[in-house]
């Protein structure tokens, strides 16, 4: 089975842009969640999508949005980009409630 | 966000010594946890996992061990080997934000040879 793909893996924005971001979870997994990686904060929720839906948010301004799609991959989109958004932006999926998350490598964005 | 402002720490290890990373959880309601490894350039890797109604649970070579009273969990390596250098997570599924898991700072895990 293949694993949790994350695309691209780099990306280079300058501020005011905005970024989509992509991902594929493990097949047969309906469960997707993102997390921010920062050296200054460690691993941050931003949210978790199953069925199409959000199911739960983390504590990030509305710049921040995903989506999910009807075969589970997910897009995350952050508009107006600053540079304290520069970060790994990891991707995870899971079968079932309760059960362990499965991560991708992750997109390195780096804001100029 | 839920984390803190963080200074990684780090542990050092010689080369087949045993090694026990720790990680103190904030939800006294949280009933799944998990460790990770995360390598450089990769995403997280899951190691092991336990569930409230247990204190200990062994993988190969890794012991997890859960101490709910304070709130504490470890993670313990036998012979630990070069490949094991890289930075430890916990990760506990926190209740109270529905099904979301929070990740502890993180350890840095260096294997000297």
């Known amino acids: 089975k293949a694993g949790v793909t994350q695309t691209p893996r780099y990306l280079i924005k300058t501020r005011g842009q905005q970024v989509t971001l992509s991902c594929s979870p493990i097949s047969g997994h309906r469960s997707v969640s993102w997390y921010q990686q920062t050296p200054g904060q460690g691993l941050q929720f931003l949210f978790e999508y199953f069925s199409e839906t959000q199911r739960n948010k983390g504590n990030f301004p509305g710049r921040f949005s995903g989506r999910q799609f009807s075969n589970s991959r997910s897009e995350m989109n952050v508009s107006t980009l600053e540079l304290g958004d520069s970060a790994l932006y990891l991707c995870?999926?899971?079968?079932?409630?309760?059960?362990?998350?499965?991560f991708g490598s992750g997109t390195q964005l780096s804001v100029l | 966000g839920e984390s803190v402002g963080l200074h990684l720490p780090t542990l050092s290890v010689q080369e087949g010594d045993n090694s026990i990373i720790n990680c103190a959880y904030s939800n006294s309601a949280s009933d799944y946890f998990i460790w990770y490894k995360q390598e450089s350039g990769k995403g997280p890797q899951f190691i092991i996992d336990i569930r409230s109604n247990m204190d200990k649970r062994q993988g190969q070579r890794v012991t997890v061990l859960l101490n709910k009273t304070v709130k504490h969990l470890s993670l313990q390596i036998a012979a630990t080997q070069p490949g094991d250098s890289a930075v430890y997570f916990c990760a506990e599924n926190y209740r109270g934000y529905g099904q979301n898991f929070v990740f502890g700072p993180g350890t840095r895990l260096s294997v000297l040879p």
């Open positions: 995870a999926s899971k079968n079932r409630e309760n059960e362990k998350l499965f």
